[in-house]
């Protein structure tokens, strides 16, 4: 069976701070893909990264980082330096090689204030 | 280039009723799935289509339904709404071989 567990429902950080968003997985397959997405007030989900099973080289995009570690079966995602754009709610999803189903943790609310 | 859209916004629907949402897949997208977002968690996948058939499907009851048109737009069909369909309904769309899906902005389903 596939999972994805965010544990943090609700994260607040002042602007300008560094800020971590956790996400653990489970599946039994060898070949997967791992995602960030973002969904703002506005309720689209905006893709942010994507990740496969068999390249565990972390990532950066500017401000964004992701740590993927097999051996933890986590996918983190950190925010550098927040802004207050960077509120919104955001899911880490699982998908098997092959199917289109994404599964979906239950998001964390990323609250960043001035 | 337009994003993957879907019509209407928001809809208000009474017990018992049918709804037909409708979703418009991005430019060179053949691939559709729909999900349900309940309030405060995540979607859960309802179903794809590809080819204008049904691929893969979550575990929804089949008052759900779909269809997909020959020009890879879909629509999400509900029938006898219970009050605890009421969520937001994302249309995501993709190239087949590829992984990346793109999602429309959802339509709202509130159900009195």
């Known amino acids: 069976a596939q999972k994805v567990t965010q544990a943090q429902t609700e994260i607040s950080v002042v602007e300008k701070e560094d800020v971590t968003l956790d996400c653990v997985y489970e599946t039994r397959d060898t070949t997967y893909y791992l995602f960030w997405y973002k969904q703002p007030p506005s309720g689209e989900l905006v893709f942010l990264i994507r990740r496969n099973s068999f390249d565990e080289q972390n990532e950066i995009s500017g401000r964004y980082s992701w740590n993927f570690q097999k051996s933890t079966s986590s996918f983190n995602f950190t925010i550098t330096a927040s802004q207050v754009v960077d509120s919104a709610v955001y899911f880490c999803a699982l998908k098997n090689r092959g199917f289109q189903k994404l599964v979906f943790g239950t998001g964390t609310r990323l609250l960043v204030s001035p | 280039d337009a994003g993957v859209t879907q019509s209407p916004t928001h809809l208000i629907k009474t017990r018992g009723q049918q709804v037909t949402l409708r979703c418009s897949p991005k430019?060179?997208?053949?691939?559709v799935s729909w999900y349900q977002q309940a309030l405060g968690q995540g979607p859960q996948f309802i179903f794809q289509y590809y080819e204008e058939e049904e691929r893969q499907r979550g575990n929804f009851p089949d008052r759900f339904s779909g269809h997909q048109f020959p020009n890879y737009s879909s629509e999400l069909n509900v029938n006898a709404l219970l009050l605890g369909d009421s969520a937001l309904y994302l249309c995501a769309s993709a190239v087949r071989e590829l992984d990346e899906q793109y999602f429309g902005p959802g339509t709202r389903l509130t159900v009195t």
């Open positions: 430019s060179g997208h053949d691939t």
